[in-house]
């Protein structure tokens, strides 16, 4: 596989002031540094540090991930159907709410335009759910953390390809690149991915009915439980950091549906930390 140079120039963005309110909008972005972003954690984190998290600070590797797994696995399920109203709440455009914003796309697209059909968005499962096999079963395949609205047909070519750099651009969705074996999504979302990836294997250990999800560094993973490639979700983490949108779905999950959180939008330094 051939490997472009990338380069990234997003803004760091602000930080979410509380977690107690919800505004139903994302935030504007300030022009910012990125420098250390992953590194930094948001004004929302540190107030769930007192509550949510208690469990887990001061620790790290296996006793941080052990901790990270037992507080993320108190949970609302939700059944697959449930899963597209869910999506037109944790994925609208800040700027329409008649609209979601499309995963790999970038695209604002009605809410009422989902379904099956040749340019209507569907939902995405970025852990690729062949991938441990859980199909769309109540649990790992209809886990709205990693569950996102996109184009069918992109959805259709990102398959269930692992996650690296290279490949050539999708005409449908330019900034996307894919080869016979992986996905690079656009430069926007591509930590967005990463720390969806990483939740997956924090929350899904195989202590239930679904297989132990794990990050590994191949590209030809199958119908294994397992994704790559992780060296690239690291990398990921790290430049492009979480955003107000990202961070304003974390609380639509936590707040109103799930009721649990991804840790690693709240502390995206802890994929460094396990990992």
Same mark, same amino acid.
């Given at each position: 596989m051939s490997v472009r140079p990338r380069v990234y120039a997003r803004p760091l963005l602000a930080a979410i002031a509380t977690v107690a309110v919800l505004t139903g909008t994302a935030a504007a972005a300030p022009q910012a540094s990125t420098a250390s972003a992953a590194s930094t954690p948001s004004t929302a984190s540190a107030a769930l540090d007192d509550t949510y998290y208690q469990d887990a600070l001061g620790k790290t590797g296996p006793a941080l991930e052990s901790a990270l797994h037992t507080i993320i696995s108190d949970q609302t399920r939700l059944s697959y159907s449930q899963v597209w109203d869910a999506l037109k709440d944790t994925d609208e455009d800040p700027t329409d709410s008649s609209k979601v914003i499309l995963l790999y796309t970038g695209r604002s697209q009605a809410k009422s335009e989902n379904g099956g059909d040749s340019d209507q968005w569907n939902r995405e499962h970025?852990?690729?759910?062949?991938?441990?096999?859980?199909?769309? @079963?109540?649990?790992?395949?209809? =886990?709205?953390?990693?569950?996102?609205? /996109?184009?069918?047909?992109?959805?259709?070519?990102r398959g269930n390809k692992d996650f690296d750099n290279g490949g050539s651009q999708l005409g449908e969705a330019p900034g996307n690149y894919t080869d016979s074996d992986s996905f690079e999504p656009r430069d926007a979302v591509k930590g967005?991915?990463?720390?969806?990836?990483?939740?997956? @294997?924090?929350?899904?250990?195989? =202590?239930?009915?679904?297989?132990?999800? /794990?990050?590994?560094?191949?590209?030809?993973?199958?119908?294994?439980?397992?994704?790559g490639r992780l060296s690239v979700l690291k990398q990921w983490n790290q430049e492009d950091p979480p955003d107000s949108f990202e961070q304003r779905r974390n609380d639509v999950v936590f707040d109103r549906y799930q009721h649990n959180r991804n840790p690693f939008i709240d502390h995206p330094e802890w994929v460094e930390a396990i990992w």
């Open positions: 970025v852990w690729a759910k062949s991938h441990g096999d859980f199909g769309t @079963a109540t649990g790992p395949g209809t =886990d709205i953390h990693h569950l996102r609205p /996109e184009d069918v047909s992109v959805n259709s070519t967005d991915v990463a720390r969806m990836i990483l939740y997956m @294997a924090v929350r899904y250990e195989g =202590d239930d009915s679904f297989s132990d999800l /794990e990050p590994n560094e191949s590209v030809d993973n199958g119908s294994a439980p397992y994704i």
